[in-house]
């Protein structure tokens, strides 16, 4: 009776353990099948992301810059400019990496960065003017 009874959970633990396998295998590669889409998706959504970064915020940013650079490099004499610093003033000299401005109807004269020309303006000289008393 004892190795019936033994004979019997044998059968049944290997039955058991086969199936066992079997869904496990079935579980493993469903698991890798599932994985292998996670990270497809996952690799997505970070180029998604990129190009975003990208569109609001380099890609603007570059082309902010570009004007800058090209409002300097077309910088002339007799420009009316203002500067980082919130001076107005005409440009009476350039050199390659300075400017110099005449501010006021004193013509006094500074020499600043060429770096620092914030805008070039179309305001007229009347800010220049000497106030009236």
């Known amino acids: 009776m004892t190795m019936n009874l033994l004979s019997a959970l044998a059968e049944t633990s290997g039955e058991i353990a086969t199936s066992t396998a079997a869904t496990t295998d079935a579980a493993a590669s469903t698991a890798q099948v599932s994985a292998t889409g996670g990270i497809i998706e996952m690799v997505i959504m970070v180029v998604v992301m990129i190009a975003l970064l990208y569109f609001l915020m380099i890609r603007p940013q570059r082309k902010k810059d570009k004007a800058v650079k090209n409002m300097l490099a077309a910088l002339k004499k007799g420009d009316r ?23 006021g109807a004193q013509q006094n004269t500074v020499v600043i960065a060429r770096w620092a020309v914030r805008s070039v303006e179309d305001a007229p000289l009347e800010n220049d003017a000497e106030p009236e008393i």
Do not use: F
């Open 81 to 103: 400019i203002c500067t980082i610093g919130g001076l107005y003033g005409t440009i009476s000299a350039l050199s390659e990496d300075t400017v110099t401005i005449t501010l």
